[in-house]
C-alpha cells in the first residue's frame, strides 16, 4: 500500500503544481501552459499507476470507499479537463479556476483513510463501468464548462480583465460552455439509464428513489432548465454562466455529498 | 455560378387556437421543471409523505399537456426530427411511468429449502395489476452463500426447480445479479435468509401434519432466534428457540452460510419449558410434536411490471434522439474558438 500511497502523492504534487503555475501564470500575464499540460499528464501518470497498483492489490476498482471514489474521481476530472486543455488552448487560462476546485478534492482525499472497504457482490457487474464511466463523463462535461461560467462572470464583474482580455468574447465562451452542458445531459441521462439497468438487475427494481437517485434526477431536472432557459429567454452570458455555476454545485453536492451524508443504501452493500 | 428563383411556399399550417400556443410555451416549461423537481424533492425527501402522490402527479401532468401542445404547435419540432422523436419518447416515458404506476407489483415472499413457493408474504401492487402469484410454482432446493473474512457476503448461489407450460422440469441457479423470472414475475434472492425447524404435529384428533417455522433472518437477527406457532387443534401458541451449539459463521476467517450441526430447540408451552434435538418428540396439549430436522429458507423480492422493457426502449430511443440532436445542433460548427481567430496573445 505504501508504493500506491506514494505514487498517489507524487501525482498530488503534480497536479497542484500543474495548478499553481496556471495561477501565477494568470496572475503575471505569462502563458506557462506547456508546463501546465505536462504537469497534468505526468501527475495522470503517477495517478493510474497509483490506481492500478490498488485494483490489482484488491481485486476491484476504485468504487467502494470514499477515498477511492475521490481518488478515481480526481483522476477522471483531470483526465477529461487535461484533454480540454490540450484540445481548446483558447480557454486554457479558464485552469487557474478549475484547479482549485480540484485541490479541493484532493485535498479531502488526503485526509480520509486508504483502509480497505467491502465490495459488494452486486458490484460485479459490467454496469458498474458503464454507470459510473458515464457519471464521470458528466461531471467532466460539466467542470470544463464551469472554467468558462467562471471567466464570464469575473470579466463582467470587472475582475482581471486585462489577464483574461485574450480569451474568446463573452457570447463565444456562453456558446462553447452550453455545447458542453447539452453532453453533459446526453452522459447525465445514459447515466441514469445504466443505473437503472444495474438497479433492476441487482435488486429487482429499476428506480426506488433513494437520496443518490432523486438528487440526481434533480441535477437532470436543473441542467434541462438551464439549456431551456437559455433558449428561450436568450439569457445573456452572465445569466448563462450562474445557471452553470448552480448545475455544478448541485452535480457536486450529489456526487460527493448525498453518498457519505445518507444511509440509505444506493451502493447494495448489504 | 446560376442564379435560381426561389420559391416560398405559403404557410399551410392550420391555424392553431392561440389557447394550444399559449400551452405549448416553453416559458410554461421553465415553470413547471422547478415544480417537477419540488415536487420530487417534496415526495421523497420531505416530511410530508402523505402528499407525495399529488407532488408528483401534477406537475407531471402538466408537463405532459406542455409538451404534447408544443409539439403540436412550435416549428422546431418539424425542423428538428431528432429534437421531436426526444420529446415524443419523453412524453411517452411519463405515460409509461404512469401505466407502471397503476400495474406493477412488489412484494416478498420466503421458501423453505426443499420446500414450494406457496404466495408471497407482503404484497404491494398498482390497482390494475392482475395478481397470478397463485398460480406459480417453483421449488427451492437449498442455497449456498460465501462470506469473506469479516463476514461480507460474497457470492448466492441458490438451485430452483419449476415446470414450463408444457410440463418439461427446469432447473437453475439464481442469485445475484440473476433472478428466477416466471410469468413475466421476477424472484430475486436476497440478503434475508435464516433458519426453519420442521415438525411433525399429531394433535391426536386426525393424521400427522408436517410444518416448518420460519425464524428471523440469520445471522442478520442472530441473537433473536424464536418465534410462535400455533399448532392446528392446540389453543395456545408454541414458543420456540434454536439455540445454536456452535460458531457458525466465524468472521475471522472465510466460511459458509450452513445449517449448524450441534444445535437444540427450546419449546415453551404455557409454563411448560423442554429441549428437542432433531428426531426427538414432546407431549404438548394432548398432541404429539415431533421436531424432525432443521433446514433454511430464502426470502425473495419479487417484481412484475410489464412497462420495464418499453421504459427501456423509450429510454433508449430519448438518449439516443437526445445524442443525434446535440450532434446536429453543435457539431455541424466548429468547436475550436480558436478557428474563429479569436485567439489573442497565446503562444501555441
Given amino acids: ?50 490506481i492500478a ?51 479541493v478534492l484532493m485535498g479531502w482525499l488526503m485526509l480520509s483513510s486508504p483502509e480497505e472497504g467491502h465490495f459488494p457482490v452486486t458490484y460485479r457487474t459490467p454496469w458498474l463501468y458503464i454507470h459510473v464511466g458515464l457519471s464521470k463523463v458528466f461531471l467532466g462535461c460539466v467542470l470544463i464548462a464551469l472554467g468558462m461560467a467562471i471567466v464570464v462572470l469575473l470579466r463582467r464583474r470587472g475582475i482581471a480583465l486585462a489577464r483574461l482580455a485574450g480569451m474568446p468574447a463573452d457570447g463565444r ?98 | 455560378m446560376t442564379a435560381e428563383a426561389t420559391v416560398v411556399a405559403p404557410d399551410i399550417r392550420p391555424l392553431r387556437g392561440s389557447w394550444l400556443r399559449r400551452a405549448g410555451s416553453l416559458r410554461i416549461t421553465l415553470v413547471i421543471l422547478p415544480m417537477l423537481a419540488a415536487g420530487v424533492l417534496l415526495a421523497y425527501e420531505g416530511p410530508a409523505q402523505e402528499y407525495a402522490t399529488w407532488a408528483l402527479v401534477l406537475p407531471l401532468t402538466l408537463l405532459a399537456g ?33 401505466a407502471s404506476r397503476l400495474c406493477y407489483l412488489k412484494g416478498t415472499a420466503e421458501v423453505l429449502s426443499g420446500g414450494e413457493f406457496a404466495g408471497l408474504k407482503e404484497r404491494e401492487a398498482g390497482p390494475w395489476h392482475r395478481d397470478r402469484t397463485a398460480d406459480l410454482r417453483f421449488e427451492s432446493s437449498g442455497f449456498t452463500i460465501a462470506y469473506k473474512s469479516g463476514l461480507r457476503r460474497a457470492g448466492t448461489h441458490n438451485r430452483v426447480r419449476w415446470r414450463d407450460g408444457s410440463g418439461l422440469p427446469h432447473e437453475q441457479t439464481v442469485g445475484d445479479q440473476e433472478p428466477l423470472v416466471l410469468d413475466g414475475y421476477r424472484f430475486y434472492t436476497t440478503h434475508h435468509k435464516g433458519f426453519a425447524p420442521v415438525f411433525a404435529w399429531n394433535s391426536g384428533k386426525g393424521p400427522t401434519e408436517v410444518g416448518s417455522v420460519h425464524l428471523p433472518a440469520y445471522p442478520e437477527h442472530e441473537h433473536r432466534q424464536w418465534n410462535e406457532w400455533h399448532p392446528p387443534g392446540l389453543g395456545q401458541p408454541v414458543w420456540i428457540q434454536l439455540v445454536i451449539e456452535e460458531t457458525l459463521l466465524d468472521p475471522s476467517g472465510p466460511t459458509e452460510f450452513r445449517v449448524p450441526a450441534g444445535h437444540h430447540l427450546v419449546i415453551r408451552h404455557g409454563d411448560r419449558r423442554l429441549e428437542l434435538r432433531p428426531g426427538e418428540s414432546a407431549n404438548i396439549g394432548g398432541g404429539e410434536l415431533r421436531y424432525v430436522e432443521l433446514r433454511t429458507w430464502m426470502g425473495y423480492a419479487v417484481f412484475h411490471d410489464w412497462t420495464v422493457p418499453w421504459l427501456l426502449a423509450t429510454c433508449a430511443l430519448a438518449v439516443l434522439s437526445l445524442a443525434w440532436h446535440v450532434r446536429c445542433k453543435h457539431f455541424s460548427r466548429p468547436w475550436r474558438p480558436d478557428d474563429h481567430g479569436e485567439l489573442r496573445g497565446m503562444e501555441s
Avoid at chain 1, 60 to 74: A, K, M
Fill in chain 1, 53 to 103: 497498483l490498488r485494483w490489482d492489490r484488491l481485486g476491484h476498482g476504485p468504487f467502494v470507499t470514499l477515498f477511492e471514489i475521490l481518488s478515481s474521481n480526481v483522476w477522471s476530472l483531470t483526465l477529461i479537463y487535461c484533454l480540454a486543455y490540450w484540445r481548446y488552448r483558447a480557454v486554457r487560462p479558464a485552469a487557474a479556476f478549475v484547479m482549485p476546485l480540484l485541490f
Fill in chain 2, 66 to 98: 406542455n409538451l404534447m401542445a408544443a409539439i403540436a404547435t412550435h416549428p422546431a419540432f418539424r425542423r428538428q426530427g431528432a429534437l421531436l422523436v426526444f420529446h415524443l419518447a419523453l412524453l411517452a416515458l411519463v405515460l409509461l411511468v404512469a
Fill in chain 1, 1 to 50: 500500500m505504501e508504493t500506491e500511497l506514494r505514487l498517489l502523492w507524487v501525482a498530488i504534487v503534480a497536479y497542484v503544481l500543474s495548478g499553481s503555475v496556471a495561477i501565477f501564470g494568470l496572475v503575471l500575464k505569462r502563458r506557462p501552459e506547456r508546463f501546465v499540460l505536462t504537469a497534468m499528464a505526468g501527475g495522470l501518470l503517477f495517478h493510474v499507476a497509483a
Fill in chain 1, 173 to 270: 465562451l456562453d456558446d462553447l460552455a452550453y455545447r458542453f452542458m447539452a453532453l453533459g445531459l446526453v452522459f447525465q441521462s445514459l447515466m441514469l439509464v445504466s443505473g437503472a439497468i444495474w438497479a433492476q438487475d441487482a435488486w429487482g427494481r429499476y428506480w426506488a428513489w433513494d437520496p443518490l437517485e432523486t438528487w440526481s434526477f434533480v441535477t437532470w431536472l436543473l441542467l434541462a432548465f438551464a439549456l431551456h432557459l437559455r433558449l428561450t429567454l436568450r439569457t445573456t452570458a452572465p445569466t448563462g454562466a450562474w445557471m452553470i455555476v448552480a448545475v455544478f454545485g448541485l452535480a457536486f453536492l450529489t456526487f460527493f455529498g448525498v453518498p457519505f451524508v445518507t444511509t440509505a443504501p444506493h451502493k447494495g452493500a448489504i
